[in-house]
């Protein structure tokens, strides 16, 4: 068994065949029906496949200094004295207790909240820090516009102070996910994680003696011994398995109220991925998957950096009886196409408030994602079955 990836190629085949269908019939009097149809099912495959966003991404990278960017962050992870004059004029995020500054727009759109270097001075004066405490932010990145961006934990500042004088709010980053777009979340998970591995590794676990950080925060040194200690993101795997026409979510226990995700478990040492995924929907439901399909990964800062990796998967629809390992689930059930789509469609603004019956994890997330490229694979089947029915009446093969 092996990771199958969706090529190129197979996307063309899939294109291919439908598009071969719709012009076998494009000389019956049925136009607009089958434009419908077809417009419809090319859709909601381009969406399946992620093409739109692959095409922005090939675009925005061949245009926009993709590569000098990338070698401008490379230079500051790495050169103290390069890092430290980037730190002058630079976008820096604050977060206090790992919880990141939101603030809302004008519109009244929540975002993560980010300050000039000289203004956040001024900031921490007013609430009785010293300036120069911003050296100890951390390299998170840079702009489109090639601006680094810095993240700095202000946990010893009095809260309420300190959101009096930036006008934010600090928001658990879980909460935090269901205010802001996708890619804020992703830079504000970022910054939470560097933070907290730095938090946690302040001391070699080969000597015992502290570690100090180079200035960029892309690593620590134990001066004892040499070692180099880098952040590290631990594996796991997440799957979305379907029968065919439903797809199986679970729940643990410590979820909120009325979530169910896709099944997902840490990578063991000397797994593969593919193992990993047997393993885990073994364990967790008692089912033998096949057909794995990669879709994608995710950083996931919790609890301490996971590296998602995030893929579908089938079972046989003959053997689809779930047998959950109650230490690790409080439960697990197939869903229908129907009951997805209302879910997706109704995200909850604050789930742990007023709880819906039935919610996934938000749009962030990556098992947001592997559940609506589902939906639209299973919405394109429809679409698919509908065109070639009606196709079928047209020749008189209709049974
Ligand atoms: N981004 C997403 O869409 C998404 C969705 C679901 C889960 N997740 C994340 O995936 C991760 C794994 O989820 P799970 O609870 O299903 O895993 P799991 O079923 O493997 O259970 C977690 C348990 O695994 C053990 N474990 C083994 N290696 C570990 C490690 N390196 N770090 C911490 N615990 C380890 C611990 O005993 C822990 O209690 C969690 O971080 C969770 O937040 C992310």
């Not at 269901?178 to 080969?206: D, V, Y």
């Not at 570690?211 to 590290?232: E, L």
Request: aromatic share 10%; hydrophobic share 35%.
């Amino acid at each position: 068994m092996h990771l199958a990836m969706i090529t190129g190629d197979q996307f063309c085949a899939d294109f291919g065949q439908v598009k071969r269908a719709y012009c076998f019939h494009e000389h019956k009097n049925n136009h607009d029906y089958l434009n419908k149809q077809f417009i419809v099912g090319i859709l909601a495959m381009l969406q399946s496949f992620k093409l739109f966003n692959n095409c922005n991404l090939v675009f925005s990278r061949s245009c926009s200094g993709y590569v000098s960017r990338t070698r401008y962050l490379m230079r500051l992870k790495e050169d103290d004295e390069a890092c430290r004059e980037a730190l002058k004029f630079a976008n820096v995020l604050l977060y206090h207790k790992l919880a990141p500054l939101l603030q809302k727009t004008r519109s009244g759109v929540c975002k993560v909240a980010s300050f000039k270097t000289a203004d956040l001075k001024q900031i921490l004066e007013k609430v009785g820090k010293d300036k120069h405490f911003i050296n100890e932010s951390f390299l998170l990145g840079c702009t489109d516009k090639s601006e680094p961006q810095f993240s700095l934990e202000v946990g010893e500042v009095e809260r309420s102070a300190l959101e009096q004088e930036c006008r934010g709010t600090f928001v658990d980053l879980r909460k935090a996910f269901f205010m802001i777009t996708p890619s804020e979340s992703a830079l504000a998970a970022k910054g939470q994680a560097l933070l907290r591995w730095h938090q946690t590794n302040g001391f070699c676990s080969a000597t015992g003696q502290p570690t100090t950080r180079n200035q960029s925060g892309s690593f620590r040194v134990c001066q004892s011994s040499g070692i180099t200690y880098y952040p590290k993101m631990s594996p796991v795997v997440i799957v979305l398995v379907s029968d065919g026409s439903r797809c199986l979510l679970a729940r643990q226990a410590m979820f909120p109220p009325g979530m169910y995700s896709a099944l997902s478990g840490f990578c063991d040492m000397g797994e593969s991925v593919e193992e990993a995924l047997h393993r885990e929907v073994a364990e967790e439901v008692g089912l033998e998957v096949e057909n794995l399909q990669y879709s994608g990964s995710q950083h996931w800062p919790f609890p301490q950096s996971s590296f998602m990796l995030a893929c579908h998967a089938t079972v046989n629809p003959n053997k689809t009886q779930v047998n959950i390992d109650k230490a690790e689930l409080e439960d697990a059930r197939w869903f229908t196409l129907e009951e997805i789509t209302t879910a997706l469609q109704n995200p909850p603004r604050n789930p742990r408030e007023q709880p819906p019956v039935f919610w996934v994890p938000p749009s962030y997330a990556i098992a947001n994602q592997l559940i609506r490229e589902w939906a639209n694979q299973q919405q394109l089947l429809r679409s698919t079955h509908r065109l070639k029915f009606r196709m079928d009446q047209q020749q008189g093969f209709s049974h």
